[in-house]
């Protein structure tokens, strides 16, 4: 078996830690919460100190997983608007099973898995007016009705009274991103 038996960590702030060393594992490192717990994974070959730094890093980063999530505009609070959403503009037929931040969505502003109902948002939406988002959240809702963008899309797209606006707003923030960065040192 390529797990190793696992071993007990101190308890921490996060609760008990139990670290499980895997021979089939290389690079990664890997944690998640199992009831109380915290299960960190790692490749077998990691020396004690590697283990308690990368221990250390994974508690962090799930502290901060799950801050995001309970925060104010944190996952918790999106789904809430996105039911409002759905409530307002589409009867309350679009059921998203969940709605959450990402940070891996550099080229899109959100997106949809239809089969799932999964809403992700990027997080540069965050810093963006609220009808910019609401715009982004109707337009993964609209997904969950009608996939694709063809003109049933479109037409149930209508019923959000923002959507040219904040399409407008979308499109001058890339051509903003392409622009050339303004430099002081050059004469005019």
């Not at 940070?103 to 810093?127: D, F, K, M, Y």
């Amino acid at each position: 078996m390529p797990i190793e038996p696992t071993e007990q960590q101190q308890p921490t702030a996060h609760g008990p830690v139990e670290v499980r060393r895997s021979d089939r594992r290389r690079r990664t490192v890997s944690a998640y919460r199992e009831g109380d717990r915290t299960i960190v994974l790692i490749p077998a070959r990691m020396s004690k100190a590697e283990e308690q730094r990368w221990v250390t890093a994974m508690l962090d980063r799930l502290a901060a997983k799950e801050a995001r999530r309970t925060a104010p505009g944190g996952d918790a609070a999106l789904t809430e608007r996105a039911e409002r959403l759905s409530q307002r503009y589409f009867e309350g037929r679009a059921k998203p099973g969940s709605v959450r931040w990402v940070t891996n969505q550099n080229t899109r502003w959100g997106s949809c898995t239809p089969a799932e109902g999964t809403i992700r948002l990027s997080h540069r939406l965050r810093v963006m007016p609220e009808y910019v988002v609401d715009y982004v959240l109707c337009h993964e809702l609209a997904h969950l009705l009608v996939p694709g963008h063809g003109p049933d899309f479109w037409r149930l797209l209508e019923s959000y009274p923002r959507t040219e606006r904040a399409r407008g707003y979308l499109e001058g923030v890339a051509a903003a991103a392409r622009l050339p960065e303004d430099t002081d040192d050059e004469e005019v």
